[in-house]
């Protein structure tokens, strides 16, 4: 571990004839912990400054995984530095040592994945709401609900209708429409009841829905009124879960491109 020119006593000690069982036959491993310190230094500090480049980066998984393997090299030695470990005495023993090594290992690393692995998976429910969002988007699309024959949805380059108002940003506006209702209701209402309250148009600067039509504010009450029959409600709360995905520009960026 150490340069053993440095220090004429080590060089001295290097020099004794390792004969097993024979006293001094057992010496300390010098420089376990600067090994790890200088290995966390290099995993920590170096590694993030490798350029991108290269084409290689190692994420926070790789580099914990690395950490752990300088760290239990490290504590290796700093065991075997306890003292001399004494050879079995019996098949028994020796059998009962290897069986302790293998589970202390493989049981480790086994639980150390089991702990680990589960963090990076996406949890279930993004998943599932992400497939939700998928199927209120094909209803959006399909002609039973041609939703797109008035609505248009820019942010994801779908170019429908006209008739309704854009809905690229609605899952971030249907909280403002309506005080005191939550977004997701808001977005329900306007389905199962559009006439309830008309969406503003844009060149009027509310952000609330107004309970009655007016042409200088708020876009006509053409949505027809049946979707609730049309549809079936797994369709509707897709269409919501779909809808309230809806941001704006900004945040579709990436993800519909
Ligand atoms: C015949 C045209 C038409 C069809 C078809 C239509 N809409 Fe609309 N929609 C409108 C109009 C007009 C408005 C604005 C007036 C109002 O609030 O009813 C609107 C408003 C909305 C709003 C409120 C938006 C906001 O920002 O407040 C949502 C949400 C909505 N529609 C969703 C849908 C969905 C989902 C479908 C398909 C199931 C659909 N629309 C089908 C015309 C339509």
Not at 94 to 102: D, R
Request: charged share 20%.
């Amino acid at each position: 571990m150490s340069d053993p020119g440095t220090d004429p006593r080590e060089a001295r000690i290097e020099a004794v004839p390792l004969t097993p069982g024979a006293k001094g036959g057992w010496r300390r491993v010098k420089g376990p912990g600067i090994f790890a310190l200088a290995g966390l230094a290099a995993i920590w500090v170096l590694l993030p400054m490798v350029s991108d480049s290269w084409g290689i980066r190692f994420g926070a998984p790789y580099r914990v995984f690395f950490s752990l393997a300088v760290l239990g090299s490290a504590l290796f030695f700093i065991l075997l530095n306890w003292g001399p470990i004494p050879a079995p005495g019996s098949p028994l023993t020796t059998f009962a040592s290897i069986f302790l090594v293998y589970g202390a290992t493989v049981g480790g690393v086994m639980s150390f994945g089991l702990w680990y692995y589960p963090q990076f998976e996406i949890p279930k429910p993004a998943v599932e709401q992400a497939r939700a969002q998928e199927r209120g988007k094909q209803a959006f699309l399909s002609p039973a609900a041609n939703c797109f024959a008035c609505h248009s949805i820019e942010a994801l380059g779908i170019r429908g209708g006209t008739r309704g108002p854009d809905l690229s940003a609605v899952g971030a506006q249907a909280e403002a429409r309506k005080s005191g209702t939550p977004a997701e209701d808001y977005i329900r209402e306007s389905i199962v009841n559009p006439a309830a309250c008309l969406t503003p148009l844009p060149a009027s600067g509310l952000a609330e829905c107004l309970p009655a039509a007016d042409p200088a504010r708020t876009y006509p009450p053409l949505m027809p009124p049946g979707f609730k029959d049309r549809l079936s409600d797994e369709q509707i709360n897709d269409l919501v879960t779909f809808l309230m995905g809806l941001k704006g520009l900004a945040e579709q960026d990436g993800k519909s491109r």
